[in-house]
């Protein structure tokens, strides 16, 4: 199947998942948040949902190799250096910022917050301006 | 709540892994593909976005209920309405990291499957991340707020 279509789907299935954790739940699938509650200091009070819900998004990788011989998961692309640098600089962007692509990119535009929309222009910006610098200025 | 709101996590976490997984999204390459203006660009992310916000819009508007969520007492939404420092800020460090890299917070975790140790290390240092914040805003603010009735989600 040509890539773009199956990049449709995964987004259609996104989509459905936060349809449902709304409609059952009442919360956002924002990864950074459900991740962030469980963290110290003063962890959220519901950490039972926030690890389910992490332990399915671990899970769907070993169900995808059950359905069709592969887990689709890449190689990372970055040295370890690198992606200590970046580790922290998503940790740091995505708690300060409220969300990430998931909790701003999906459900916040979806719910045509204006917080979210001008968040998603300023990260895909800064992340355009980042792969320019490193491989056009900076790498081979 | 809990064995419900249990079930609900495991449902919409593996959907939600499923979706990054076939869209290409847990693939680096992919993802700084699309970042790429000056070079290779690869748009994928565009239709995962596409489909992703069309269903949903859709679901958010004319699926869930508007009195209350049916295994929960109220919506928990975001409090903040305001485009502020911290915000723009912290989208901006995120989007340094997410072109060095190329995971986003989802794609890293589903990517925790794979075994590889170089992801271990981007998201614990992610996680790192996340405890100096949240260190350093103290416990004082509370980032959601539950809602009795959703009046605009």
Sequence with gaps: MHPFLLAVIGGVLIGISAVLLMTLSGRIAGISGIVGGLLPPAPAPDRSWRLAFILGLVAAPAGLRVLTGDALIGPPTAGIPALVAAGLLVGIGTALGSGCTSGHGICGVSRLSSRSIVAVLVFIATGMVTVFVTRHLIGA | ??????????????????????????????????????????????????????????????????????????????????????????????????????????????????????????????????????????????????????DNI
């Design chain 2, 1 to 150: 709540m809990t064995v419900r709101g249990i079930l609900a996590g495991l449902m919409t976490g593996f959907l939600f892994g499923l979706g990054l997984c076939l869209s290409g999204m847990t693939s680096p390459a992919v993802v700084q593909g699309f970042l790429d203006i000056g070079g290779a660009w690869n748009p994928a992310l565009v239709f995962v976005m596409a489909g992703g916000v069309a269903v949903t819009f859709l679901g958010y508007h004319f699926l869930v209920p508007k009195s209350r969520p049916l295994w929960g007492s109220a919506y928990v939404l975001p409090a903040a309405t305001r485009i502020d420092t911290p915000l723009l800020a912290g989208a901006a460090i995120f989007g340094v990291g997410w072109g060095l890299a190329g995971y986003c917070p989802g794609p890293a975790v589903v990517s925790l499957a794979s075994g590889r140790p170089s992801v271990f290390v981007f998201v614990l240092s992610m996680a790192a991340g996340m405890i100096l914040v949240r260190w350093m805003r103290g416990p004082s603010r509370a980032s959601m707020a539950p809602r009795a009735a959703e």
